[in-house]
């Protein structure tokens, strides 16, 4: 049972390069979410998505654009790097049950030098 | 607008002996759950304990407690008989029953001591 799986573990990119992230769930959760947790700030909303077809934005969405066009996938998009999005990337899905609990993935380590 | 509080940037604790990490939270939801995740060094988020507003029994998961006072806004993590793999970052989240989005504290990073 593979849970939420996070592509790729780690990656280092140049300042103005573009990249995607795949997050994948098994569990056929209707809710998914991408957060970056930074030092000493926890974890914080990019954007999220309540079914196929459909995102919005979280807290800190700028810079950033995703895509569900699968129910099992959700896609983080960079298209152009700035070293503030130096972060650690985490995917989580859930159910719409208000009790269930987030799933993560094992996170995304980004460096953008 | 839905807010986390965790005043304990770091906390120690000696082997076996109980600790309780702060959360506090502010919401205008009348209804909502309230989550503890662990977060150890190697990465991950591991789901620990969930409490719901109108639970009237404090949630209690083996070693895990809740210490939810309502009317304070507070859910504090009580761990007991600490073990040296309880060290690790501890985060509080809340979910509003009629919504999808869940908000973190900043976390507190625990350190049980031998």
Not at chain 2, 18 to 44: M, N
């Amino acid at each position: 049972n593979a849970g939420v799986t996070q592509t790729p573990k780690f990656r280092v990119l140049k300042t103005g390069q573009s990249m995607t992230l795949l997050c994948a769930q098994d569990m056929n959760h209707e809710y998914m979410y991408w957060y970056r947790q930074d030092p000493g700030m926890g974890l914080r909303l990019i954007h999220y998505s309540v079914g196929e077809g459909t995102t919005a934005k979280g807290e800190v969405p700028d810079g950033y654009n995703v895509s569900r066009l699968k129910k099992q996938n959700f896609l983080l998009g960079l298209e152009s790097a700035a070293p503030s999005q130096t972060s650690v990337y985490f995917c989580a899905s859930s159910s719409s049950r208000s009790t269930d609990t987030q799933y993560f993935g094992p996170g995304t380590r980004l460096t953008v030098l | 607008a839905q807010k986390i509080t965790q005043t304990q940037p770091g906390m120690f604790v000696q082997e076996k002996e109980a600790v309780t990490l702060d959360c506090t939270y502010d919401t205008s939801d009348p209804s909502y759950g309230l989550f503890w995740y662990k977060q150890p060094s190697s990465g991950e988020m591991i789901f620990l304990i969930y409490q719901g507003s109108y639970d009237q029994q404090n949630a209690t998961e083996g070693r895990y407690s809740l210490n939810f006072q309502k009317a304070r806004k507070s859910a504090n993590l009580v761990i007991s008989a600490s073990q040296l793999g309880d060290s690790a970052m501890y985060f509080c989240a809340m979910r509003p029953y009629y919504g999808q989005n869940f908000v973190f504290g900043p976390g507190t990073r625990l350190s049980v001591l031998p």
